[in-house]
């Protein structure tokens, strides 16, 4: 009986985790919608926690404040791009991955639960609520934190701040293009991003 409880229950914990992180995206969600159609400051916690059928109590077990919850869809965002990296071919050179693994966040078959344009949405709702800035700047420092890990695993040899570092310019240079595309609307915004993170990782392979 105790081996059947135990077999019970190492089943049911990936289904419980899997159901966290899908009220987690869901809430993050509900707050980043209602925030575009309403304006930050007009949303609150029992709004968002009843968009998603849920208590507030519950919202507050997920996120701190709204602007913590609405964050975390970008620090979830780039660390997809850490998830990818390491997806990559072994032997592939870093410049040329790390290229693939930003690109890979915006193709259509990827599977993340999140609404067509919501990045460009995303940054548009952070340019104009500095409330969210805070948060914004953690949730990107913890996320090129992953990737910065995810690069040492393809390069043992660099240093943990150089690997910062080239993590902190990849992740600049698709914040800088996504924000370029969005003010001038010219040519496809995956082109945009290629040619900013092709920039940013050129001639890093020969350096490294």
Sequence with gaps: MKHEATTVEAATAP?????????????ALAAFELAKSEGLAAVRVP??????GVSPRTFNNYFAS??????????RHAAGTASLLRERPGGEPLGPALVEAVLGQYRPAREDGLPPHWLR?????VAREPA??????TAMASAERDVGDAIIERVPSLSPLRARVIA???????RAAVMHWM??????????VR???EQAVAGMDQML
């Design 66 to 75: 709204k602007e913590q919850a609405i964050a975390w869809l970008a620090g």
């Design 183 to 192: 003010n001038t609307r010219s040519g496809a915004l995956t082109a945009t």
């Design 47 to 52: 709004q968002i926690a009843a968009a998603v």
């Design 121 to 125: 949405d995303f940054r548009a709702l």
């Design 195 to 197: 040619e900013a993170v």
């Design 132 to 137: 969210l800035h805070g948060e914004y700047l």
């Design 15 to 27: 289904r419980r985790e899997l159901y966290k992180e899908q009220t987690r995206l869901d809430l």
């Design 168 to 174: 902190a310019m990849v992740a600049g240079a698709e």
